[in-house]
T-cell receptor, first 109, second 115 residues
Framework: AQRVTQPEKLLSVFKGAPVELKCNYS??????LFWYVQYSRQRLQLLLR??SRESIKGFTADLNKGETSFHLKKPFAQEEDSAMYYC???????????FGTGTRLLVSP | DAGVIQSPRHEVTEMGQEVTLRCKPISGHNSLFWYRQTMMRGLELLIY????????DSGMPEDRFSAKMPNASFSTLKIQPSEPRDSAVYFC?????????????FGPGTRLLVL
């Protein structure tokens, strides 16, 4: 069965500290992976996708097929990064995303 | 473009009443998704359409839930009869799909409270 796990419900860090939001998946084949973010009072929106290999707002995510992980990282957290983050694998060839339960990131000054 | 539009933004109803949620996808998008978000279960896909045709409704909880997409610019999610456990935020999202991996654009959500 397709499964995605975000083990941390809440991650609290101080401004300037490194951040890593964990995501592990269990998928057959080669999934495509996404991170979506929901800032307070805003819509859920795409943060990044592993295909594009972009760095968005300082965040990066590396697909580790051996560990079946797609952790989201940022070297220096900012207060405006406080939000809810969802990892979402997508089975290649299908449109359906399966969202993790999400991790709330709180960045304190 | 105003993005995905959902109405109403908030709905409070009594148990047993019919609830209809509405969604207007982004013009030109050919896929539409309905999600439900709760504290306990997170964000769950209920159903999605491609070119107005339902493709996967395995996430629809039970027969009380139904969804339609009569044309490319409108979809409804109906709950009849509603129950308190249906209280959640319901999101609609759309994308332009070429097979897989396309970005989904979300609406602001409808916050439903069933008393």
């Amino acid at each position: 069965a397709q499964r995605v796990t975000q083990p941390e419900k809440l991650l609290s860090v101080f401004k300037g500290a490194p951040v890593e939001l964990k995501c592990n998946y269990s998928y057959s084949g080669s999934p495509e992976l996404f991170w979506y973010v929901q800032y307070s009072r805003q819509r859920l929106q795409l943060l990044l996708r592993h295909i594009s290999r972009e760095s968005i707002k300082g965040f990066t995510a590396d697909l580790n097929k051996g560990e079946t992980s797609f952790h989201l990282k940022k070297p220096f957290a900012q207060e405006e990064d406080s939000a809810m983050y969802y990892c979402a694998p997508n089975r290649s060839g299908f449109q359906k995303l399966v969202f993790g339960t999400g991790t709330r990131l709180l960045v304190s000054p | 473009d105003a993005g995905v539009i959902q109405s109403p933004r908030h709905e409070v109803t009594e148990m047993g009443q019919e609830v209809t949620l509405r969604c207007k996808p982004i013009s030109g998008h050919n896929s539409l998704f309905w999600y439900r978000q709760t504290m306990m279960r997170g964000l769950e896909l209920l159903i999605y359409f491609n070119n107005n045709v339902p493709i996967d409704d395995s996430g629809m909880p039970e027969d009380r839930f139904s969804a339609k997409m009569p044309n490319a610019s409108f979809s409804t999610l109906k709950i009849q009869p509603s129950e308190p456990r249906d209280s959640a935020v319901y999101f609609c999202a759309s994308s332009f799909s070429r097979g897989s991996g396309e970005t989904q654009y979300f609406g602001p959500g409808t916050r439903l409270l069933v008393l």
